[in-house]
């Protein structure tokens, strides 16, 4: 299988990427780690007149900490960030979630701009941001946007950027080191994409009362979910076991996933409750650890 023609650009700075981009603009594609774009050209599903090859910015490589921020360049691979000791140690629920994705071929060239950009509702990395009110840094040559996570993803495959924006960064807000994080996901084959998933942080104060919580379910609509009425009846009360089958139990309330020959709507519903009440037990089991 080969793509239909296209035109090539390869920029070497943000700024040569934006011209392009606004020369051009829905013309264009963006080229990062590839993983999606290319099978989608191959099969010819995707048909971009031009490709814009990020690959040689290296400003857009970068990890780096900054007042206590993480900050992700948009071409920081999968892989840097499953071997990075520092976010394990301090965003804990990132690399849980990094290493769910694909294969270890697939995480040494996939980036994280990239899997944001791509905006599949069955993807671990937007699930996990969502869960760490992940900030996202988009530009132009109309200047610069910062997106909350629920401004830039809009639907299946659909994020909120315009034809001539880049997204250059992700920012992730510090966490607090007693917070308790699990990712779980199902899948029916180790690699695929999962039939249902949830991202868990949970932060307990000292007499065992939930201080803070986020919930992000994974596989659960057109973009990733956040279960507010969960996490409502989780905060500033006991999180005991009673607790959290309620909370599980309130977190799939209203939820219409795509029901497919891999399950109904109501076997992945099922299985959103039973993914996000193993991911709080664990999450408070490690918040209760960190805590005591």
Known sequence: ???????????????????????????????????????????????????????????????????????????????????????????????????????????????????????????????ALAALDAKFHVLSRRGPRVLRWDQIFVSEFTTSLAPDELLTAIEVPPQDPSTGVAFVEFARRHGDFALGGAAVSITLARNGTCSDVAVALLSAGPRPVRAEEAERRLKGGQVDEAAIKQASAAAVQGLHPTSDLHGSREYRVKLLQVMTERALTKAVHLATRRAA
């Open 1 to 127: 299988m080969k793509p239909a023609p296209f035109d090539y650009d390869d920029p070497r700075s943000v700024d040569e990427a934006i011209g392009l981009l606004a020369r051009y603009g829905d013309e264009c594609k963006v080229l990062a780690g590839g993983q999606s774009l290319v099978p989608l050209m191959n099969f010819r599903l995707a048909r971009p007149g031009r490709l814009v090859d990020i690959n040689g910015i290296e400003s857009l490589g970068q990890v780096k900490v900054e007042n206590g921020r993480l900050l992700l360049g948009a071409m920081v691979r999968h892989a840097q960030v499953e071997r990075s000791n520092d976010i394990a140690a301090r965003w804990p629920l990132l690399h849980d979630a990094i290493v769910w994705v694909g294969h270890s071929q697939i995480r040494n060239r996939g980036t994280v701009g990239g899997s944001v950009a791509h905006a599949d509702p069955a993807a671990e990395l937007p699930c």
